[in-house]
């Protein structure tokens, strides 16, 4: 594998030089072909499929795993929306001169190498790929054994693209060892990867975070708040609150915990409760909840718990500060939402809470690099430095110094 990994090195020294309308090419020959070889990759597909259910894998999971016509359409989607963006590579970020006359450019560059490593979700494989290539990057990708067929597929035609204009494949690689064993492996390869990200479970992420001598992003797990403040409009509050839970429940950016401010509580539960059944999620509640409706009490574990499933936890506040509070004990850092028609309580929500992505009256469900408008994402970063929340393009560059001058020595 360290074969592999010394040939992805050289290979990213090639993608670094690629210009824009070059990478554009690419992605749109690649988007076409993900579509022309669609009943292939979805019958790759279904044998991850069976896999998946024989192995007894969540229902969450599976669904991360499928692809149809739709998901496929999706991916090739992406990968036009990613062609369409800015070449962040070259593009001056500021720029001056100091007194002696020399001038200073600082300037975007590609990262190089990056290694990401995620769990089912194969449309993950092609936007991962299509970012990194865009911004100038090679990638190592490493899957979950549950998506092997459909992940081989997929790479399969996005590297045929790169051979046939001429250009090492290895831009874009698939490791090929799906064991713990070969994560453990990859994150040690500092010689030749500058960058891992991983997506997946709790413990993938603390394993990767806790033993990897290459920089990490972690895209961390989505604790996922959802606050209906005194002031917030209640109709609205339902919607948005009944969104954030089932419009699709197993991903990250799905609200776990609904906050409800108590001088509203006695309205707001009642009408919350048969709305969220009626979907087929179970409800627990603080003691105070359990006082307005008849749930199933939560525990001290239900406030740290990502569900990933229909299964919300419902608790009272008493006002603006102790929801802020909650969320600074239990969230994540990920997504947190206020309703409020109060435009002082929204401000202040905005200014203290401190996640990746903060709302006032909307759902969480928007965190996603494809909805914020940079094609795709390779992962919702969770960490401050150096890319936060949805990462696109700009987020898989740094920069470097150009320093221009006339025969200038320091005296």
């Not at 990057?137 to 054994?145: Q, R, S």
């Amino acid at each position: 594998m360290e074969e592999i990994l010394k040939s992805v090195k050289e290979a990213s020294k090639v993608a670094a030089t690629l210009k824009g309308e070059t990478k554009r090419k690419l992605l749109n020959e690649m988007a076409n072909r993900l579509e022309k070889y669609k009943d292939e990759i979805i019958e790759a597909n279904k044998k991850d499929l069976e896999y998946a259910k024989s192995a007894n894998l969540s229902s969450a999971l599976i669904d991360r795993l499928l692809l149809d016509e739709k998901r496929i359409k999706d991916m090739a989607s992406s990968l036009r929306d990613i062609a369409k963006l800015k070449d962040p590579v070259g593009r001056v970020i500021d720029g001056w001169r100091i007194d002696n006359g020399l001038e200073i450019q600082k300037v975007k560059i590609p990262i190089g190498v990056i290694g990401i490593i995620y769990e089912s979700r194969p449309n993950v494989t092609s936007d991962a790929a299509g970012l990194c290539l865009m911004s100038g990057n090679a990638c190592i990708l490493k899957g979950g054994k549950e998506a092997f067929h459909s992940n081989a597929v997929i790479i399969e035609i996005l590297r045929w693209v790169l051979e046939k204009n001429k250009l090492p494949a290895d831009i874009i690689t698939l490791l090929p060892d799906y064991s713990r064993e070969g994560v453990e492996w990859l994150i040690k390869q500092d010689k030749y990867v500058d960058l891992i990200i991983p997506r997946g479970g709790e413990g993938l992420i603390r394993f990767v975070s806790e033993n990897s001598k290459v920089p990490v992003i972690k895209h961390d797990k989505g604790l996922c708040h959802v606050y209906i403040h005194k002031d917030a409009d209640l109709k609205k509050g339902a919607k948005i609150a009944l969104n954030a839970k089932i419009q699709r429940p197993g991903v990250c950016n799905a609200m776990e915990t609904l906050l409800v401010d108590r001088k509203v509580a006695g309205e707001f539960l009642p009408v919350i409760k048969e709305m969220m059944e009626s979907e087929g999620v179970e409800l627990r509640g603080c003691e105070i909840t359990l006082e307005y409706i008849d749930i199933k009490p939560a525990t001290e574990e239900d406030w740290h718990t990502e569900y990933l499933d229909k299964i919300l936890s419902i608790k009272i506040v008493d006002n603006l500060n102790d929801a802020i509070e909650h969320i600074e004990k239990y969230g994540s850092g990920h997504s947190d939402a206020i309703v409020t028609e109060n435009l002082k309580a929204a401000e202040e929500f905005l200014n203290r809470v401190d996640s990746a992505c903060v709302y006032v009256n909307a759902s969480t469900r928007f965190t996603d690099g494809g909805v914020f408008g940079f094609g795709a994402e390779v992962g919702i970063s969770t960490n401050k430095l150096h890319a936060r929340g949805p990462m696109g393009i700009d987020d898989l560059t740094t920069y470097k110094y150009k320093i221009l001058g006339d025969g200038q020595v320091r005296e």
